[in-house]
């Protein structure tokens, strides 16, 4: 026992009692502790702190909170205590009901302002919505303005004759008109869909090196054959533009003048020579085979000094079976054409020559050859017409004259007219008996440089022109020689001319740079001039009239020549299978 009282820490006593006050267990172990700094000194302390725990106050051997303090004080006062703690709810409480109510009355200012700055911006906001609208509402009638504006300009253009520019406008009131504009994006659209028709759009540019003379589609329109002025002839594809293949004739110093399939499509001439347009050099006929592009045979012989600036110097007859050449012989130190027929199959002539012969052209038929030549008769100048029979080499008719030189001549569809030109005078003949029909056509611009009749011989044109000044095509009737329609009028004189195949529609080509589509039927122009880079030497229609060729030069200021292929007709976005016009 005393070993364990010596060495052990005393027991709690609230482990034997859990009842026992916590600060009686202190005061206990205290008294038991094994150091002596930890025992009270003396037997007072501990009767001390005994009567402090008996009188319920903190004892020492144990410091205790604040507090615990007071809860020990109310415990012994509990009277005092009770009015104190009263006291003091009755403080908090009006403590808090003040707080409570400062609390509210910020609250409620804060809201009221709150109230006041949200109204102030609902209505800065209706002010500025107001305002914005009215904003759009101007903006909307300045951009309807702009708009209406732009299309009228281009209206104007387009009423004015200038249907590509115009185009241009149009294009651009479409894309300023509000969104909400359906109205003028309606009228837009129309004036576009309408003037759309009359615009031309360039499908292909054929550019070739140096001036391109002349071209011609083959008979089912896939093909295009072009001859220039630096010696070269040029096989086309007609639906890409591009070209097939190398020039299949090439030759330096001469020009190809003239260039054209055989009816059937098979065969190719070419019409080639040196000098200028109005020199007499050497100049030899070829063909070709025109799936392959060789050539067939040799050039036909004794071809020398043919003037083929005229393309009606070398032409196929109509079944293809025959040649007809106009060639030159210096006789007497005197140049003298002749007419020359050859057989396409062995490339020998036919017949004799045909004296005194500057144009030549075959009957629908085929069964006869117009000539036209020029003499000085009683010191005046007379050009002389005259047919011959293609079998006999014989003369058919009286010659048909008319004072002046002769430029160009042709036959209606069906043979029975005869179209001559001399001068600034056309005049129709019989056919068959060479007696002239209706009134002499007078023009009053120029030379006659090219005449045509319509597919359905009702209607005769020509083409007009001079050196400088003015050019024009006029449309006559073929019965009676009086004119018809509106003068077809271009800044330069008419170098070609060409009828589309349902005769609704007239090609020409001008030195003035532009080739014009025209009504045949009221001579009115249809759509915008075909704006080409210089003088337009030629011009064709397409076999289904769908597209038409035309060949032009670069007269000044450098450039490519080449030959531009149009569409005949289109819409505004796309081409329209239809006849040009």
């Known amino acids: 026992m005393l070993l364990q009282v010596r060495e052990r820490e005393p027991q709690r006593p609230r482990t034997l009692n859990p009842h026992i006050d916590p600060d009686l267990e202190t005061i206990c172990l205290k008294a038991m502790a094994k150091k002596t700094g930890s025992r009270y000194a003396t037997a007072a302390e501990l009767a001390g702190d005994l009567e402090r725990y008996l009188a319920g106050e903190p004892i020492e051997a144990r410091p205790v909170g604040r507090a615990e303090r007071v809860w020990r004080w109310c415990r012994r006062n509990p009277a005092v205590a009770a009015a104190s703690v009263s006291g003091v709810v009755a403080f908090a409480a009006l403590a808090a009901l003040s707080v409570g109510s400062v609390l509210a009355l910020q609250l409620n200012d804060a809201k009221q302002d709150a109230d006041t700055q949200r109204d102030r911006a609902e209505e800065q906001h209706g002010i500025a919505e107001q305002k914005g609208a009215e904003a759009d509402k101007q903006r909307g009638r300045a951009d309807r303005l702009a708009t209406t504006l732009t299309m009228e300009r281009g209206l104007a253009l387009c009423e004015q004759g200038n249907a590509a520019r115009g ?4 294009a651009r009131s479409l894309e300023m008109a509000p969104a909400h504009a ?38 089912d ?73 060789k050539l067939i045979g040799a050039p036909i012989p ?3 000094g043919a003037h083929f600036s005229d393309r009606s110097a070398a032409a ?41 012969v500057m144009a030549t052209a075959f009957s629908p038929d085929g069964k006869t050859l117009m000539t036209a030549g020029e003499d000085m008769i009683e010191g005046k100048r007379q050009a002389e ?28 569809p069906d043979g029975k007219v005869v179209a001559t030109s001399a001068g600034s005078t056309a005049r129709l003949w019989d056919g068959a008996t060479g007696e002239p029909r209706g009134l002499s056509m007078e023009l009053q611009e120029g030379l006659v440089k090219r005449v045509a009749f319509t597919p359905d011989g009702k209607t ?35 170098f070609d001319l060409a009828v589309s195949p349902d005769g609704k529609s007239v090609l020409t080509g001008s030195t003035d740079g532009t080739a014009r589509l025209w009504d045949a039927s009221t001579g009115k122009p249809i ?28 007269l000044a200021g450098g450039g490519r020549p080449g030959c531009g292929k149009w569409y005949g007709q289109s819409s505004w976005n796309a081409p329209v299978a239809c006849r040009p016009g």
């Open 167 to 170: 185009m241009l406008w149009l």
């Open 182 to 219: 359906a109205d003028l994006q309606r009228a837009s659209r129309a004036s576009l869909a309408g003037w759309g028709r009359q615009i031309h759009p360039l499908r292909h540019l054929l550019q070739q090196k140096g001036q391109v003379l002349h071209a011609a589609f083959s008979p």
């Open 221 to 293: 329109g896939k093909s295009i054959v072009t001859g220039t002025g630096e010696g070269t002839a040029q096989l086309w594809d007609a639906a890409t533009g591009q070209p097939r293949g190398a020039p299949f004739f090439q030759q330096k110093d001469v020009g190809v003048w003239r260039v054209a399939f055989s009816p059937d499509g098979k065969t190719i001439m070419t019409a080639s020579g040196g000098g200028g347009i109005t020199d007499f050099y050497s100049y030899e006929i070829r063909l070709w085979e025109a799936s392959s592009a």
């Open 302 to 304: 004794d071809v020398k």
């Open 316 to 356: 196929f007859s109509p079944d293809g079976k025959t040649l007809v050449t106009i060639v030159a012989d210096k006789s007497a130190g005197i140049w003298k054409n002749k007419a020359r027929l050859w057989e396409v199959a062995t490339l020998k002539p036919t017949g004799s020559p045909i004296p005194n």
């Open 385 to 412: 017409v005259r047919l011959w029979d293609v079998s006999t080499g014989k003369p058919l008719g009286a010659p048909m004259r008319h004072e002046g030189s002769m430029v160009q001549m042709g036959f209606s």
């Open 460 to 494: 005769f044109i020509t083409g007009s022109g001079g050196f400088v000044g003015a050019g024009e095509a006029r449309l006559w009737e073929a019965a009676t020689g009086k004119p018809l329609g509106l003068p077809m009028p271009h800044e330069r004189e008419v």
């Open 527 to 554: 759509g915008a001039p075909l704006q080409h880079p210089g003088r337009v030497w030629a011009v064709a229609f397409s076999p289904d009239g769908k597209t038409v060729l035309t060949t032009s030069q670069v």
